[in-house]
Nanobody, 120 residues
Framework: QVQLVESGGGLAQAGGSLRLSCAASGRSVSTYTMGWFRQAPGKEREFVAS???????????EMADFVKGRFTISRGGAGNTVSLQMNSLKTDDTAVYYCNTAKTGMDEYWGQGTQVTVSS
């Protein structure tokens, strides 16, 4: 079983920055995709960004259009941690952010979520 623990959420002003981190434990997820989703009040959960890991390096998978140029995803910890640097935050970025790790045809895990609130 894999546990994902997020940290780093909080309150920021529009135009500010926050950094989210997520660490996997239980077993290695280095061969899994790791990334972030978010869910705003009254809306469905949506994809934010993803990474893969190989040969000691991380590779950016996909980035949602609404975060391109503002958010950066990275991965380390031998493929078991993932971070999301969020710059130029907008009030629309207010949501609960969830860490996710998955491998096609195998299993998928979610973190408990961390609240990000952006004030105007």
């Amino acid at each position: 079983q894999v546990q994902l623990v997020e940290s780093g959420g909080g309150l920021a002003q529009a135009g500010g920055s926050l950094r989210l981190s997520c660490a996997a434990s239980g077993r290695s997820v280095s061969t899994y995709t790791m990334g972030w989703f978010r869910q705003a009040p009254g809306k469905e959960r949506e994809f934010v960004a993803s990474t893969t890991w190989g040969g000691g390096n991380f590779y950016i998978g996909e980035m949602a259009d609404f975060v391109k140029g503002r958010f950066t995803i990275s991965r380390g910890g031998a493929g078991n941690t993932v971070s999301l640097q969020m710059n130029s935050l907008k009030t629309d970025d207010t949501a609960v952010y969830y860490c996710n790790t998955a491998k096609t045809g195998m299993d998928e895990y979610w973190g408990q979520g961390t609240q990000v609130t952006v004030s105007s």
